[in-house]
DNA sequence: CGGAATCACTTGACACTGTAAAGACTAACC
DNA sequence: GGTTAGTCTTTACAGTGTCAAGTGATTCCG
């Protein structure tokens, strides 16, 4: 699924977006350097500035490729896939997928204290990415429950793939304390998707 | 619900801490700098370096500050409830308040790359926090559905009170460009619980 | 064909940052 | 009353982001 060019990128800018992701899962969005940056790209200290403006600018590129992967692979993951509650399961595997094979674009994705995030680029891809979303949870709604609240029920399975994707290091730390092994987390994906989707069908509004 | 003492904090240490949120509020944590923290206290700026050794020192102690009040507040959110689903309910309602009011502590609570995760306070409080959230997640399924995992359930509703809080400023945005008015977070958090209430309640394992 | 302009950087500069080391001042204690 | 410990300040230095100016190439155009 590599989504986001991996074969040696053509073009500074690509180089200097790959080595921004190598940097953070390197030494952390914490310690992020734009100067690290840029001498793991072997250019000059000011090359960066050049191409994305300030370091806020680089984190938005990087946000927006890491937002399009996962739009594409979401897309990718509802294709083919007839019943809406197994392609909601997929969008599920799909987004903590991405959220691991690309951690350093997921990590800045909704950082909207390091990246622009009124760019008009990654509202764009986010308003197509949550629309992905809700037309999947419309069609559970279609199909098994009329009366879910569509938008509510959307939001709360972002929400928590969102929060698993954030969760997981402390999850995996509890386990570890327990004693036992953590399951992938594709699998717990899939897991919550079950519990939510029992949700999703069983709810009846307040009346 | 003032659990962080906002009463003039006594001892520079408490100075330092309350600081040190108000900066990450101001400017975000992307541009924390533990100068400004000292400028802002009226000391030196070398001063937070005694008491806390580094930048990740310092908000590693909001880390904790924040993670103990989150737990307090869970714990007085079941207290007095006698009805598991309404405990639940309302520790999610506590989880997103305590997030709002105290955004600096809670913004820095999972974030790995800038506190010192294996700190043994900070594990401590975690574990309680859990603790606390999986008992009651054990009494619903005590009374409503005993197939139910109980620790995986747990772990979806901290997820999705986690990711809620991450997603919200983009939900509001969304609502924004839809040309809606975003609901109070605590009654999305309600609104979400009783969705995850139904699915833990009906769910029923693969045979 | 030759000059001008644009592109894609590099160089140099400056104010700011985190952190370590050493110094200073105060209070407590034997 | 001298020593010690605690709490900060001062000094220093390497590293950082970003801006302005400089430098070659490449492209465009008359």
Redesign the pocket.
Known sequence: METISTEDPT???AVLRAAAAQVIIDKGLGA?????V?RRAG?????P???F????GLLTALAIEGFETLYREMQSAVSGVTDPIEQLTSIGRAYVRVATRFPAHCEVIFREDVIDAGNADYERVGLETFGLLESTVQAIADAYNPRLPVTTAARLCWSTMQGLVELEAKMRRLDELAGVDTPNIEDTAERFTALLVSGLVHHRPDR
């Open positions: 073009g500074l800018a992020f350097s734009i100067r690290e840029a250019v000059s200290h000011a090359a500035g050049y191409h403006g300030d370091s806020q």
